[in-house]
């Protein structure tokens, strides 16, 4: 069975253009949470669904940040315009049980605004 | 601010010896999940303990939780050179809907 899988892999853009990022969950997982990871920051959950419903997004920096669920096996986040401090990898993992429990991720994508 | 430390922030030992790992939080917790995470990839649930759970074993994996103590120890006996990653614990707080991750413990493995 397939993992949590995200594209692209990596990311460059110039400040100020709009990036998307997307994720396609494992089949069967109702949960689906955005990450971003920094070395200063650490992994820093941005925001989480339930059956395609945003449940908690107070983790989002700014307006500059959204999220979709359209549908139970698709998600994105966008940036937009994106910025140099928005460099990082950002993740998305899913989960079958609920927030509180067993989390899969995917592989990442490593953004790098310049 | 982060909960759930871990503690030492590295660790470099040989092939064959043991690694323990340390998570320390300040909040009454649900569970505590460890995560480990080779360079370059996602992090991988490797074991979760419930609250009322003192020790809980998977393979060569051993944690420990001590709610009195607010810590955990992620002990793996018998390392490998493959088992070099950064190790992550996640806490399940009560009354909140998320895991919060630690920096992590890099170990690094010597063959």
């Known amino acids: 069975d397939a993992g949590v899988i995200q594209s692209p892999r990596h990311e460059v853009t110039e400040m100020g253009q709009e990036v998307t990022l997307r994720c396609k969950p494992i089949?069967?997982?109702?949960?689906l949470f955005w990450y971003r990871q920094t070395m200063m920051r650490g992994l820093e959950l941005l925001i989480y669904?339930?059956?395609?419903?945003?449940?908690?997004d107070s983790g989002m920096p700014e307006d500059r940040f959204s999220a979709k669920m359209p549908n139970a096996s698709f998600s994105t986040l966008k940036i937009q315009p994106s910025e140099p401090r928005d460099s990082a990898v950002y993740f998305c993992?899913?989960?079958?049980?609920?927030?509180?429990?067993?989390?899969?991720f995917g592989p990442g994508t490593r953004l790098t605004v310049t | 601010s982060q909960q759930g430390e871990e503690d030492p922030q590295a660790l470099s030992i040989q092939e064959g010896e043991n690694a323990t790992m340390n998570c320390s939080y300040k909040t009454s917790i649900n569970n505590l999940q460890w995560y480990r995470q080779n360079s370059g990839r996602g992090l991988v649930h490797l074991i979760l303990?419930?609250?009322?759970?003192r020790e809980k074993h998977s393979g060569r994996l051993r944690v420990t939780l001590d709610t009195s103590k607010k810590s955990s120890s992620l002990l793996i006996t018998a390392s490998r050179a493959a088992d070099t990653a950064s190790y992550f614990c996640?806490?399940?707080?009560?009354?909140?809907?998320?895991?919060?991750f630690g920096k992590g413990t890099k170990l690094t493995v010597n063959p």
């Open positions: 669904f339930n059956n395609n419903v945003p449940i908690d």
């Open positions: 089949s069967g997982h109702d949960y």
């Open positions: 303990i419930r609250s009322n759970e």
């Open positions: 996640a806490k399940a707080q009560g009354g909140s809907e998320k895991l919060v």
């Open positions: 993992a899913s989960s079958l049980r609920g927030p509180n429990y067993e989390q899969y």
